[in-house]
């Protein structure tokens, strides 16, 4: 087996479904689960996401060979210092969140021993949040960016590297900024577009909601503490990147103002040529 | 059955999943098709969707008690006049295009009769078009709205009414600018969004779209035709729907300049709680 010991801090729908995917994939022989709350721990052992539990971050880190921070991103590094604090010197650790920037770098200013962490983003995930959504293939055929600045020691790397594959994930390196530039129009923009919308509409027009609606609004039931610290975060970015959604949106305002037929429809015809693209080159695996 | 002759005049998506629930559900003994292409009434006769198929309205509608306009809603009106001026006086007339005040009052004003004619839009459809993606269950457990002027007659009220429960449907009775007015919030400014991020998404940045872009901008793949006629006919209450929606992003832009995690918070927990009432208040049916 790749690994011993995997201890996973927050045991949600990211590090159920990682403690899922190892077991049942044999690739470990024991994952410990660090959470707050013991009835979590609890529901993810009787998963099978877990062998057993701890609430302690120093307990559940001393035995491991890899440890994987899967909490809020505000709350990422700290988790990662503190577990860098109590477990072995040849221990790699790595996160999950959805901004690297801020995680990364403050980590490498941080962190007692900088050859120890590489950052990830494992391009899965769901509206919904916690161990009972998690599932072992959550991972399978999806992108996984880990990280590479010019700290990133080698042995690290490539261990992260071959973690994620060995989930079944298709892994891409990326600098800390240029994930998170380009995650603000992929992902961060999008549930700042679905949440407007979500926002917006007014009650009495609920019963003429259409499918439509509903899918473009799905992320808007995203979780608002998780979404709102990746805002937070990762803010410059979607600073730049909703500049330029409002733009496209002033060229179709101007166009329906002026009831200018063709420029609407060229405006369509972009949007349809863009997004029919995107799914014949749908490598990623990605539609459940 | 409710109707000897049924005549659809344009058998793609919405007319073929038509023909396809009358004839599955007993509702009709013949299906008539009018298309503008030979080939595609063949083969939304080896569908089952139609019975016979024939390029002209005059000898599509002669025989019918019911005619169906499922054109573009940009030739719906003029459909509307060419098949009243060749069927019989008992015969009723609807459509079923997206927006409904250019359509009706259009129609109000040009029709020989206006006792026969109603007009509908059943909620339901895919970013999908053309008889191929015709479903027989398309419509039932959806809201179709059925329009009503100070000029409604009665008759075709009724008959139009219990054409679409027939069909499966929950029918809503709205003035046209009602109509209008809800949609662009629930339809057609959706279709905006979905569209805007899609021509936004950068081409380097394709490698990393997630599951919530792609759910998020699945409606940006429809047609760059139809969309554009439906864009144009609503053209000022979507401009209402855009301003308001601008205002939102507006709420976050400030919030995401002045890096206040709260106010952000407070923003999403609005877009939370609004997206998760809808889907326990799913009575529409919806979520294929």
Known sequence: MPFD????????????????ALKERRLVRTVVGIGRSAASLRLAKRRGAIDRGTTQVARGVADADLIVICTPVDSIPDRIVEASASCTSQAILT????????????????????RTFVGSHP??????????ASRADLFDGRVCVVTET???????????????????????????????????????????VAAALSILLPEEYKEVVATGFRDTTRIAASDPDLWSAIFLDNAEPML????????????????????????????????YAKRRHLDRTGENGEGD
């Open 150 to 192: 010019e700290r990133t020691a080698r042995r690290p790397l490539a261990i992260v590297t071959q973690f994620w594959r060995s989930l079944g994930s298709r892994v891409l390196r990326m600098e800390p900024e240029a994930h998170d530039e380009a995650l603000a129009y992929t992902s961060h923009l999008p549930h700042l």
């Open 123 to 132: 391009l899965a995930g769901s509206e919904k949040s916690g161990v009972a």
């Open 240 to 271: 730049q990147a909703l500049g330029g959604y409002e733009r496209v949106l002033g060229e179709f305002r101007q166009a329906l103002k002026a009831r200018d037929g063709q420029r609407i429809k060229r405006l369509w015809s972009r949007s």
């Open 95 to 114: 996160d999950t969140g959805s901004t690297k920037a801020q995680i990364v770098y403050g980590v490498e200013r941080h962190l007692r021993d900088r």
């Open 5 to 20: 010991t995997v201890a996973i801090v927050g045991v949600g729908l990211i590090g159920g479904s990682i403690g899922l």
